[in-house]
C-alpha cells in the first residue's frame, strides 16, 4: 500500500514476493524513516489459522509512526492486509503446535531526496515467512549479558518505537554480549546504568514466588505485546502480577536471599525463554537453580495454548481468518 502526501493511503496489491527496486538517492536509505511489527499466524485445532492480537500490533505500528513522523496506518488497514497475506499462504502455515508464520508488517519512505525532513511518499508492506520451534530439543535458559557500555535507548529517544535504529544501536552490544560468552544483551536506562530494561528482542519478567514483576514502561523499552497478555494470563492462573522497577542490584540481592526464583524473557519469536545466569564487567551468578522454573513453563504453556487453540480463548485475543 502507498501513502502519498495530499492523497493518504492508496493502491493496495497482492503481488508475489520479489525484489524493490530503489533509488540510491531513496530517504529511507538515509535517514532511516523505517518501522516494522512482528506477528505470528497460528493453525488451530480444526486446521484453520488465526493471529494473535492483530490490532495491539496495528496500535503500536501507529505509536511508532507518530514517534518517527510517518503517517499512521489505519487498525483495519493494518489486519486486512495482514489477513490477505495470511489467506493467500494458509498452506504455509505450519500444522506443528510449536511452529507458526511469521509474519513482518513494515513501512519505508520511498521519496526520493536528500533533504532531512519527514518524507512525502511512503510504502506499507507485508511479508511473511514460516517460522520454526524456535527451541530444538527442549527449552534452553539464556545466559545474559548486562551492557554498562552501551544503552539501547533514551528517554524522549526512539525506545518506545519499533524502528531500524534501535536494532542498529544494538548490534555491537550483542556481539560484546557473545564476546563474554552470553547468548543475549540485557539493556539498562540510560541515565543512572542501574534500573532494568529489557533483553535483546524480548521484554523481562521476574519472579518472586506467586508474584511477578515487569519493568515499567519507561518511555525507551518496547511496550511488548507478549509483556501485555502475560500481565493478563498470569493473573487469570492466580498469580499477583504488577509493572516495577528493577535494579541490577536488587535482581542480584534477592537471588542471593532467595526471594527472586526464576527470571524468564517474552516475545512473540521466542514466546518465553528462561533466563539462567547473568554476568556484568563486575559480577556474575546464576538464576535460581540455572533451570527452567516451575511459573516460566506454566505460563509458556499456557500462552501456546491459546495461541495454537488447546485453551478457549477468554480475552478475545485470537483473530480467525478460516
Ligand atoms: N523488545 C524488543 C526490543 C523487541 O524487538 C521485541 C519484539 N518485538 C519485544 C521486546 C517483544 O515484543 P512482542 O512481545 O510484541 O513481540
Redesign the pocket.
Given at each position: 500500500i502507498k501513502w502519498t502526501e495530499g492523497r493518504g493511503w492508496h493502491d493496495a496489491q497482492l503481488v508475489p514476493y520479489a525484489p524493490l527496486s530503489m533509488d540510491p538517492a531513496n530517504m529511507t536509505l538515509h535517514y532511516a524513516q523505517t518501522i516494522f511489527e512482528?506477528l505470528k499466524a497460528y493453525r488451530q485445532p480444526d486446521g484453520t489459522v488465526a493471529t494473535f492480537r492483530p490490532d495491539a500490533?496495528a496500535r503500536?505500528f501507529q505509536a511508532s509512526a507518530r514517534r518517527l513522523g510517518m503517517p499512521e496506518l489505519p487498525v483495519e488497514t493494518f489486519v486486512a492486509a495482514c489477513d490477505a497475506l495470511v489467506k493467500q499462504d494458509k498452506d504455509w502455515v505450519p500444522t506443528n503446535a510449536e511452529e507458526s508464520l511469521y509474519l513482518r508488517p513494515f513501512m519505508i519512505a520511498s521519496e526520493v531526496g536528500l533533504g532531512v525532513r519527514p518524507a512525502n511518499e511512503y510504502l506499507f508492506i507485508v511479508i511473511a515467512s514460516p517460522a520454526g520451534a524456535y527451541f530444538t530439543g527442549g527449552v534452553k535458559p539464556v545466559s545474559v549479558w548486562l551492557s554498562q557500555e552501551y544503552v539501547?535507548a533514551v528517554r524522549g529517544g526512539t525506545g518506545a518505537a519499533?524502528t531500524g535504529g534501535?536494532?542498529a544501536a544494538s548490534l555491537v552490544a550483542q556481539a560484546q554480549a557473545a564476546q563474554h560468552g552470553c547468548d543475549q544483551v540485557v539493556w539498562l536506562d540510560a541515565l543512572e546504568r542501574r534500573w532494568i530494561e529489557?533483553?535483546?528482542?524480548?521484554?523481562l519478567y521476574f519472579v518472586y514466588g506467586n508474584k511477578i514483576v515487569t519493568p515499567e514502561l519507561s518511555g525507551s523499552?518496547?511496550p511488548?505485546?507478549?509483556?501485555d497478555s502475560l500481565l493478563k494470563i498470569a493473573t487469570d492462573l492466580g498469580y499477583e502480577a504488577a509493572e516495577g522497577r528493577i535494579s541490577v542490584d536488587d535482581w542480584k540481592a534477592a537471588t542471593e536471599d532467595g526471594s527472586l526464583t526464576e527470571v524468564f524473557a517474552?516475545?512473540?519469536?521466542a514466546v518465553i525463554t528462561p533466563v539462567g545466569s547473568v554476568k556484568s564487567e563486575t559480577a556474575s551468578w546464576t538464576v535460581g537453580d540455572g533451570k527452567p522454573g516451575e511459573v516460566t513453563m506454566k505460563l509458556r504453556k499456557a500462552l501456546l495454548d491459546l495461541q495454537t487453540g488447546a485453551t478457549p480463548d477468554t480475552h478475545g485475543w485470537m483473530h480467525p481468518l478460516g
Open positions: 512482528g500490533n503500536r539501547r519499533k534501535n536494532y529489557e533483553m535483546g528482542g524480548m521484554n523499552l518496547l511488548g505485546i507478549t509483556r517474552c516475545g512473540t519469536a
